[in-house]
């Protein structure tokens, strides 16, 4: 293998880990064990359907956005002039809040792996993740964080799947002949593996990597598909992790449901492991979070683009201070999760929009399966979107 193609590999494996620890965050985790708990093994139908729709909108948006060698912020204002200014501003509001919460399950797992004061800990990882937009080569090293980190947290969690013994059996037949269909399950797990930035942070990070144009397009493909998979290999093996203790008549605690089910698995071992798990979650989204959402307004202005990495970094550090200064701002988060859930069907609905459009995407033609479904997917999200509205009525009750 070329040196070339070597690297070029490297960075399609880093893009797909970078989109995919980006999407297993503290929620992920939570959001995972939540509906496990309430569905048992009907919730392996839930992932099925999720990661189908979650592939649709991912395989457009990269292929639109790797064809075309342009950030989704700059599609959006070419398909419709001023949009890319409100996506961006969607996106980094949206961002800096999760990213708030992302700080906060970094403390935590820290704290439940080394007793360190929470405050302390979000520091700590903050600066960790600080480290890695300081070097020179940040890409490479956000690419190695990603594997890394991703890599550790499957293993761990396939330890505690195989610890639990799940009743796969039931699971698989489950999977396909579900008791119930569980819809709003199915679109939470979509708007968290695609919603916000992280559907745009794998492709951006290609863009920025020089890979893009259609003689690209089966390497954007293919990190497109290992996302997704790295994605749904966590999820499906938490999901197995968590049956393994529900199944048998375990009650998971509600003020940390996959902490009290590693806890059952594997005594005060199993809870360490599950800190360990949530602190490599939780710092992989910090540095997902951070990059995407600078990604989208990096293109307004030299005075961010030629600043890159400090914007990041500046992005990490104002998170983290709001975080051990106010704690997780409830009213900030309830925004942020309304107006997040209206970013997937803008920004794939624009995708799909600019899938046409010569002057975006030249001589590219976009399978048709791909335009349909996709338009499927918008609408679902829509109504994921408009749902989530429903959230700011708590600002006011």
């Known amino acids: 293998m070329s040196k070339t193609k070597s690297k070029n590999y490297s960075v399609l494996i880093g893009a797909a880990f970078l989109m995919a620890t980006s999407a297993i965050g503290p929620g992920f985790l939570t959001q995972t064990a939540v ?48 949009l890319g200014y409100f996506v961006a501003f969607l996106v980094a509001l ?40 300081v070097s020179k080569e940040a890409g490479k090293a956000m690419d190695n964080l990603t594997k890394i980190l991703g890599g550790i947290m499957i293993v761990l969690v396939a330890y505690v799947a195989i610890k639990t013994k799940p009743p796969i059996g039931e699971a698989l037949y489950r999977t396909v002949i579900p008791k119930e269909f569980p819809m709003l399950a199915i ?30 397009l089966d390497e954007i493909n293919k990190s497109a ?38 806890k059952e698995a594997a005594g005060n071992f199993g809870y360490k492991v599950f800190g360990l798990v949530i602190w490599a979650a939780a710092l992989t989204s910090i540095v997902g979070a951070a990059y995407t959402s600078v990604s989208f307004i990096s293109t307004f202005t030299k005075l961010i683009s030629d600043h890159v990495n400090k914007w990041i970094i500046g992005f990490i550090g104002v998170s983290t201070i709001i975080f051990i200064t106010i704690g997780q701002p409830a009213k900030l988060l309830v925004v942020a999760g309304s107006l997040n859930g209206l970013i997937l ?3 794939l609905g624009t995708m799909l929009l600019a899938s046409g459009k010569k002057e975006i995407v030249g001589d590219y033609k976009h399978p048709k399966w791909l335009l349909i479904t996709g338009i499927l997917v918008v609408i679902i999200t829509a109504f994921l979107g408009i749902s989530s509205l429903s959230g700011l009525k708590a600002l006011w009750s």
């Open 35 to 82: 509906f496990t708990g309430e569905l048992q093994s009907t919730f392996g139908f839930v992932i099925l359907v999720s990661v189908i729709l979650s592939l649709i909108a991912q395989l457009n948006v990269w292929r639109i956005i790797g064809v075309s060698g342009l950030k989704g912020q700059e599609i959006a204002n070419k398909v419709v002039p001023g």
């Open 94 to 133: 949206g961002g800096l809040a999760f990213n708030i919460g992302n700080v906060g399950g970094a403390a935590m797992g820290f704290n439940i792996l080394f007793g360190i004061d929470i405050k302390i800990a979000a520091v700590i990882s903050a600066a960790l993740a600080i480290v890695i937009f």
């Open 187 to 216: 679109i939470t797990l979509v708007g968290g593996t695609v919603g916000g930035y992280i559907t745009f942070s794998g492709g951006h990070r290609l863009i920025d990597a020089g890979i893009s144009g259609e003689e690209n």
């Open 225 to 262: 598909y290992m996302g997704i998979g790295i994605a749904a290999i966590m999820r499906v093996l938490l999901f197995l992790a968590v049956l393994g203790v529900v199944s048998k008549g375990f009650v998971l605690d509600p003020a940390s449901p996959p902490a009290s089910a590693f």
């Open 345 to 347: 069907p803008v920004t």
